[in-house]
Structure formats: C-alpha cells, structure tokens
C-alpha cells in the first residue's frame, strides 16, 4: 500500500502535506515552492497545462484557462449564486445533462470533477517524486461551508485521480489539529478561514486529542479573488474615465490586470504603497497606453472594509449559535493567506479583544492538519493514535413542503454521523414510484437553497391509495454527505431508489431548450466576452456622467466563438504579443 497524504485543495493555490517520523511536513516541488496553481489550461498547440504552466500562460490565453474552479464544483448550473460566479470568470461555462456546470476549454467540455482531478493528479505526481513512493490515499479539505453536492463532487475528484479518498475534512478543522494535536490542550478555539475563494469561521473545543467542532459557518463566495476584483473594477473605471476605453470588453486585458491587483494587494500587506504597471494595455489617439498608478493599502482598505466586515458579522453570528460569547474563547486562529491582510488582523484583533493566534501558518495549517488526519485512518506509524474528531452539519437539510416550505430534516450544527426516518405514503391507485425533493441552505424557502437532488423511489407495489407506506432513512456520515435507504414498511422489501440531479428532467431540459430558441437573438454592435466582469463598463458609467466611449472591435477566436479585443494595426499588434510573450517569460 502507498503513502497517505493530506491534501489542501485551494481556490487559488494547492498544497499537500505528509506526517513522518512523528511530524508532518509541507511536501516541496522542484522549485522548493511549497504550492501550485489551482490552475487547468489547454494551450494553442492543444497540450493540457497545470499548475505553474498554466498560470504563466493564462494571460495570453485567458479563454483556455480556468482557474477558481473550486467555487463551481458541485453548484448547479440553475443555482441563483452561481450568477454572481458567471460575471467573473473569463472561461465558457455551459449546463450538463444534470444541470451540473461544465467548462468548455480549447472546444473541449470538462466536468468540474474532471479539472480538480487534474489538479490533484499533478500534486499526486510531484508528491511521488518527492517521496520517491507511490502516493494512493489522501485526505482531502473543503471549506465547512460546502454543501453535500460539493462534497460529494470532491470525492469524485479524488477517485478521478486514482485516490482512495480516506476522509474529506472540514478546512477549519484540519487547522486546528495542526494547532492542538499533542500539544496537551484544553481550550475553545475559533478558526478564521479566507483563502482565496471562501470564508468560514468554525468554534471547536480541543481537550488533548478530542476536537469537537461546536458550531461552524461562512460564506462560499467571498475570499481573495473579491478583494483581487475591488481592485480591477477600480482600475478598469479609473481607465475608462481618464481615456474613454472600455477595457472590461477584452479578455487578455482583463486577465493583465487581475493578475497585477492580486500582486499590489499581497505586497500591501508588507508595504504602505505600491504601483501599479500594466505596460501597453490599450491604443490611444497619441499612441500606447498603460495602467500606471500608485496604489496605496488606504486605498485597498477602503474598497474592501466591508468585506472584512461581513467576515467579522458571520464570526459574531457564530459564536452566539456556539452558545458563547466572544470571551469565552480562548484563542482565535486566522488561516488562509488573505487572513495576512493587516485590516483583517486589525477587525479580528478588534473583535476579539486580544491579537490572533500565531501558533499556525496560515498557508500551512490546513494541508498539515490534513496530514495528521491521514495518518491517522492510515493506520501507520505513531504519533496521532488517539485522535477523535467529532464535527457538525453546516447547513440544514430537508425536503420540500406543498406550500414551497422546507421540512428540515437535520438542523444546522448537529452532531455528525446522524440518521433520521420518515413514512411516505402514496397518493394515487395503485402509484408505482414516489418522488422526494432534497434542499440544503438556510432559507426557510426551498427555492433560496441549495437543491441537492431528487429521489425517486420506484417499483412501489400496485395498492390502494394510502396503502403503501415507504419507510425511509436518511443518514449522514462523519463527513456530512447524505445518503438513504427506504423499505416497503408491510413487506419489509428495500425499495429502489436512483437520485436524479439538475433542475427537472429531459422533457423539461428539451422545453428549456425549445424556449430559448425561439427567443429573437438580439443584434449586438459589439459581443460581449462569455464572461467578462464589468463587459460594457462604459454603458452603465454613461447613464451618470457622459463618457467618450472607445469599444474594442469585434474578432473571432477559434471556430463559432466570439470574443472582442482591442484592434491596433496588424505590425503593431504583432509587435505587441512579441513584446508581451517576452515580458512574462515565453518563448
């Protein structure tokens, strides 16, 4: 049998770690980085790229790159928050047959399990050079806040990259062992985590090696990329104002600046000001135009306080479901590399009452954490026997009620693994199957939560109305993935039942369809990008304050895909992908 590693699978970077010889340690590549890009990308001679490789060419390939993936693996394509997901990303993301969310790359169309293994394979690869062993086990982190089909869809992941999934643990948890493991403790802990795509605040009680999480919480959609996107939407209106290009209309701008915000928001954390420096970024009447301004962590502070302030409201919100208040906690830890922000450290400092815990690395802890837990249930070796991890549901689940209502079958913050059964009956002579709705989310309204899925339970023997009772069990595992079994209650006989994904079935994805194309398709002076932040930045600047507006052209990039672009003349655009592939180092 190989090596059990743990693996933390991040919005932006990954990293993987392993426990030997009584330690665990960050495995390194051959660089000595201890990270690697969650990035995927297919190239223009067709290659499949990731990591490093794909994140040094993702400028001149924006289309062709996905990155962030982890906000979208296991949302629904039809999901209200995968709207704001949508307005982001610079990659094509079209519906599956499940309403699941797939990314078109390079004309090729990949699950979002499929890239996240890709992902993983390759810090399986270099974990196997790097140990000189063969790696086939892992444990795997999500954040607290992922809902079942998210967890569900990392499992799948993991299995994709011929990985025995042991176990998939909660972030939160994962760094509070590497906190508290034999360290002798008895204290309340609260684990601040923004990474680079999600937010979560966990309260767990540590006593030696007993952690039992008490109730956790955060937010899937706010993390470093938000910060990175406060500052790009102030450089691209500060352009539009002081030149009257739009420059949100072209993917490989966008991309040059979003790369540039997350440089100047990572050094202000060292540094009062910075400048910003995106040579060439558009023509203008008198010639090259460049992104050229100071920036200063004022001037950061100021666009995102209220992210940090909504970190700090779910921390308040948190706590009181803990059943404590702020100063029953003894030590808060921040995990996560946007936690180094020093605004964040300030509000949480704040908030607390005493600075944070500095017993963690916040890029670390997670991936060491995972490592411990590996060993663990690995079974090999000594120095985590012992360990007891008991942790709780994120979210409420329950099915759907006739008045559009959720009947919640398992409430937010309970104790995992648990079980519950309900009796459905049927409602129609001689009915041969029944159909169950699942949500997941805080709403009271099924429709603002999370659908997890629809059973169907059929092969119900022919009766009466009201005279088949199907006993059903619904149960959750330690690691808060849902599964169920149901039973004829008269017969005793297991009752069939197959779980169907996605917003309806094929009648109604072939209604869906049909509707859409008998839409009239509009006529568009100039496409927008498939997903663009601000596309068409101009026309909502315009309706406050008139704006000479200057749109890129329209170009096409590969068969049927429409994109826009700036358009200098051909010598000197040449020109300028020379300069630029010079500038970040290909050839």
Known sequence: MGKAIGIDLGTTNSCAAIFENGKARLITYKGGETTIPSVFAIDQEGNRLVGYEAKQQAQLNPQNTVAASKRLIGRNFHSKTIDKVRQVFTYEMVEGEQSDILVKVKDQVFTLEQISAAILREIKRVAEDSLGEEVDQAVITVPAYFNDRQR?????????????????????????????????????????????????????????????????????????????????????????????????????????????????????????????????????????????????R?????????????????????????????????????????????????????????????????????????????????????????????????????????????????????????????????????????MLRLYQGESKYCEDNERLGTFVFSGIRKAPRGKVQIEVTFHIDSEGILGLTARDKATGQTVESQLKLGKGGRGSRKKRKKRQEAKPKPQQAAPAPLTMPTSGLAEQLAADKAVPISKPAPKTEGKGAATAELSPKRDEKKGFWAWLKGLIGLS
């Open 152 to 296: 569900q869809a990392v499992r799948s992941a993991g299995a994709l990259a011929n990985l025995k999934v042991l176990r998939v643990l909660n972030e939160p948890t994962a760094a509070a062992l590497a906190y508290g493991l034999g360290r002798n403790l008895s204290a309340r802990v609260a684990v601040y985590d923004l990474g680079g795509g999600t937010f979560d605040i966990s309260v767990i009680d540590i006593k030696d090696r007993i952690f039992e999480v008490v109730a956790t919480g955060g937010d899937t959609f706010l993390g470093g990329v938000d910060f990175d996107d406060r500052v790009m939407q102030k450089i691209l209106r500060d352009f539009l104002e002081e030149h009257g290009v739009d420059l949100s209309w072209d993917r490989v701008a966008i991309q040059r600046i979003r790369d540039a915000s997350e440089e100047a928001k990572i050094k202000l954390s060292t540094v009062s000001t910075t400048r910003i420096h995106v040579p060439y970024i558009s023509n203008g009447d008198a010639g090259p135009l460049d992104v050229d301004l100071e920036f200063t």
């Open 298 to 434: 004022a001037d950061l502070e100021k666009l995102t306080d209220d992210l940090v302030q909504r970190t700090i409201q779910t921390c308040e919100r948190i706590i009181v479901e803990a059943g404590c208040t702020v100063k029953q906690v003894d030590e808060m830890l921040l995990v996560g590399g946007q936690s180094r922000m020093p605004l964040v450290q300030s509000q949480v400092t704040q908030f607390i009452g005493k600075p944070p815990s500095k017993g963690v690395n916040p890029d670390e802890a997670v991936a060491i954490g995972a490592a411990m837990m590996a060993h663990s249930l690995a079974g090999v070796g000594t120095g985590t026997e012992g360990l007891t991890l008991l942790d709780v549901l994120p979210m409420p689940i329950g099915i759907n009620k006739t008045d559009g209502s959720m009947h919640v079958l398992f409430k937010k913050n309970q104790p995992l693994p648990d079980y519950k059964t309900r009796t459905l009956t049927t409602s129609k002579e001689n009915q041969r199957s029944i």
